[in-house]
């Protein structure tokens, strides 16, 4: 965790690995985002009944919006009270999937994403528990809680493309991490495109 907190964000350059390509070319674009929504999400690790790594994913409800039916990370739209988009990503979680916010521990927060579809800004923080929580969906939010094991995710093997139909862009073909049967792509996998590089070089996974 020490290394985790001193070492420099890889940033953007990280994320665009798992950008699609309809994605990578909109990062050129210089987007008027200051009235972009803001949001905050958390990549949480916890320790697995086998005592792995693992951390919690969230299959969205089915709704009229351009993240329907995702897999995504736990978090949401800042609110007025929140401090700053790490309280939001915690006030979400708890919200999102019962984990007491108070019991999370912040390790560092991670490098925003803008979604040009959505109109949001979001702020990825990086934290963990120190035992197995017993999750609690929230029922107008979340459709299914998904624990995935870290080394499982980080296999090489588990990046592949995919076709995927997009709300906004129809049909494509994406990079995608493929686990457990679910496909995380777009900006979830960007996000989580960064927390692999981060623990790459820090040498904690090839």
């Known amino acids: 965790m020490s290394k985790i907190k001193k070492i420099d964000l890889p940033g953007q350059d990280a994320q665009v690995l798992l950008a699609p390509d ?9 987007y008027n985002i200051e009235h972009a929504k803001r949001a905050g999400v958390m990549i949480l690790f916890y320790p697995g009944q086998n005592d792995q790594t693992h951390l919690v994913l969230i ?7 351009v993240h329907s039916n995702q897999v995504a990370l736990p978090g949401g739209k800042e609110e007025k009270k929140d401090n700053n988009l790490i309280a939001t990503a915690l006030r979400e979680t708890e919200e999102e999937i019962g984990v007491e916010a108070s019991s999370i521990e912040v390790i560092r927060p991670m490098t925003e994403l803008y979604i040009p ?4 800004i979001v702020k990825p923080t990086f934290a963990k528990v120190d035992y197995l929580p017993q999750f609690k969906p929230q029922a107008s939010e979340v459709e299914k809680i998904i624990p995935i094991q870290l080394e499982d995710l980080l296999l090489p093997s588990n990046i592949k493309p995919c076709i995927i139909n997009t709300s906004y862009a129809g049909q494509k073909e994406v990079m995608s991490y493929q686990v457990n049967g679910y496909t995380i792509w777009g900006a979830t996998a960007m996000m989580l495109s960064e927390l692999q590089v981060l623990l790459k070089n820090i040498d904690l996974y090839p």
Do not use: Q, V
């Open 22 to 30: 309809f994605r990578k070319e909109s990062l050129k674009i210089n």
């Open 117 to 120: 579809p959505s109109n949001y």
């Open 59 to 65: 299959l969205r409800k089915s709704y009229k919006g």
